[in-house]
């Protein structure tokens, strides 16, 4: 049986809409094959051409890459101006922030985070079926990857 999940009276988070975690820092947002239809969709391109124009390929190990979005100079999202540009458009990844299998795998990851995002533990909570059912869909999009 898996362990109980150190969340299983849920979590509080409420976005404050600061732009600290779109912002400032150098940062990957990845990229799933219906987040660049979304976006595409959102930015009136075609799918090739969204892809040429706003992402980036990291190089991920085993000789692959993922599809990430690009940033400017200063680190700011390729999307951020005045605020998220594609906000009902935007990936995957920055939906389900910070229900990350990465942050809520630990109380100490989850605690980790609090300095970057004032809307940690902040105001609505979260169920634990809430928190699963974001996890499981990023499970289902998986980021796009190609081989090097
Ligand atoms: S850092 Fe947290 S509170 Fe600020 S915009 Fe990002 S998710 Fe929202």
């Not at 732009?19 to 009136?44: E, K, M, T, W």
């Not at 390729?78 to 939906?95: H, N, S």
């Not at 970057?116 to 634990?128: F, L, V, W």
């Amino acid at each position: 049986m898996a362990p109980k999940p150190f969340y299983s009276d849920g979590l509080k988070f409420s976005c404050t809409r600061c732009s600290a975690c779109c912002r400032f820092d150098p940062g990957f947002v990845f990229l799933s094959d219906s987040d660049i239809n979304r976006l595409a969709q959102a930015v009136q391109m075609h799918y090739t051409d969204f892809i040429e124009t706003y992402c980036r390929w990291i190089p991920s190990g085993g000789g692959y890459e993922q599809l990430s979005l690009k940033e400017r100079s200063n680190y700011d999202c390729i999307f951020w101006k005045d605020g998220c540009t594609v906000y009902d458009a935007r990936p995957l990844q920055c939906r389900t922030y910070p229900f990350w299998a990465s942050i809520v795998l630990h109380k100490e990851s989850w605690e980790a985070v609090k300095a970057e995002c004032p809307g940690i533990d902040q105001g609505q909570r979260h169920s634990k079926e809430e928190i699963a059912a974001l996890l499981q869909m990023r499970e289902k999009d998986p980021i796009v990857v190609r081989r090097r």
